[in-house]
């Protein structure tokens, strides 16, 4: 549904959640595309930490994630111009980026210390991301808690698969 619009908002509601959820649908389907072959036999046979999940548990995961980015982004679009709005939305797109860069890294090149790399400097980019966020809507920043989080285990993950290989 699509609010009137008012002189304190940026973009209209339909314009801003189809560009909130295109970055986060691209890392998505760019994340999917580099996963879903490698799973077997290559990360199948990778020796895994006493912790990891099920593989059935990263889908759901993932998709709950990607809708709070999404809604996160959608808010942040929706808020006054202004130079802080302006450098949440860069950091949210360069954490998005890194975010299916990761896939692409450990998945798709079968490099668990690249991936490494890439989810050190993913989780550098969610926390400067939450704190730009925080400070144009507090809502916003919040909703990438739980995406820090995850990141933050998958961290922990990625690294105890390096190390075991």
């Not at 970055?23 to 999917?32: D, E, K, R, T």
């Not at 993913?122 to 400070?135: E, F, G, H, R």
């Not at 916003?140 to 933050?152: F, Q, R």
Request: neutral net charge.
């Amino acid at each position: 549904m699509d609010f009137p619009s008012s002189p304190t908002r940026s973009m209209s509601g339909f314009k801003a959640a189809v560009a909130a959820a295109a970055p986060v649908v691209a890392a998505a389907v760019i994340g999917s595309l580099a996963t879903v072959p490698n799973l077997v036999p290559w990360y199948e046979n990778l020796a895994k930490p006493s912790f990891n999940p099920l593989n059935g548990v990263f889908g759901p995961v993932w998709t709950l994630l990607y809708l709070l980015m999404a809604c996160a982004f959608f808010r942040i679009l929706r808020c006054p111009p202004s130079d802080e709005r302006r450098g949440a939305i860069v950091l949210f797109l360069v954490q998005i980026a890194l975010n299916a860069s990761w896939s692409v890294v450990f998945f798709g090149l079968h490099s668990p210390a690249g991936g490494l790399f890439v989810i050190l400097l993913l989780d550098a980019a969610i926390v400067a991301t939450i704190a730009a966020l925080l400070s144009v809507d507090q809502v916003a920043g919040w909703l990438l808690a739980p995406y820090l989080a995850w990141v933050a285990f998958a961290t922990v993950l990625n690294g105890s698969i390096w190390w075991l290989n």
